[in-house]
């Protein structure tokens, strides 16, 4: 009986085919490469991000089963997220980063212990901006490089400008994912390509700070001030 209602309800039985073939999709279309041996082509993910829009958009409204719909436990890709962000761009970096003493990709170190490390809560729209040292997490001898990050707890994937990539792997890598070591020498972060509406932003997400176990902590808007702290072990 229930099979027979459903059938009868385009709109429903459209959303029952398009969540399956959404795997399909995911799987078959797009892969997260990883920056192993420097031969990835990068190619910007604006397309995978615009179709996916769409598709649900138009799958909805007409009962077309040509799109993709996401489960509610299913995790964005990289290619999924998107954050406006056009208030900060390469400029507005180099400039907090010259006015805070610690220049946007010059020279870093890593230090014996890596946090917590104090950030700034910056401009008319209280970004949440911290700078930390990265370096290619497979290869020890690479530079270390002071990145100013924005954090953002609404994004679980962090993200590097093609600036930052370019400084740290040279302009020759064009990889879509990297592994980074991020202000802790022992650590290893996926991170992904800045694109579409933060294309100049390193985004420093949940996945990374819950891997490098820290926490905003003594966030004051009158400094203008907040930290990335350890998680305590005890409660």
Known sequence: MLTTILRRI????????????VAGYSRKNYNRSVDNNKNCKYTKPNSVDNYMTNSVNSSLSSGRNDGPILYHDEALSAAQHDMVLTDINHKKLADI???????????????????????????????LMICLNCQHAEKPTAPIVNVWFLVDTGSNC??????????????????????????????????????????????????????????????????????????????
Not at 10 to 21: D, K
Not at 109 to 122: E, K, N
Not at 206 to 215: D, T
């Open 97 to 127: 980063g010259n006015h805070h003493g610690m220049p946007n990709l010059s020279e870093g170190g890593f230090s014996a212990s890596p946090f917590p490390v104090d950030g700034i809560i910056y401009g008319k729209n209280n970004r």
């Open 158 to 235: 962090t993200f590097l400008c093609e600036d930052t990539v370019y400084e740290m792997y040279g302009p020759k890598c064009n990889a879509i994912s990297y592994f980074v070591a991020i202000q802790d020498s022992k650590s290893k972060i996926l991170c992904d390509i800045s694109h579409s509406h933060f294309a100049d932003v390193n985004v420093l997400g949940m996945e990374a700070m819950l891997k490098l176990k820290v926490s905003i902590e003594s966030m004051n808007a009158e400094r203008e001030y907040f930290r990335l702290a350890r998680i305590s072990t005890t409660k």
């Open 10 to 21: 385009p709109q429903v039985a459209s959303i029952q085919r398009v969540a399956v073939s």
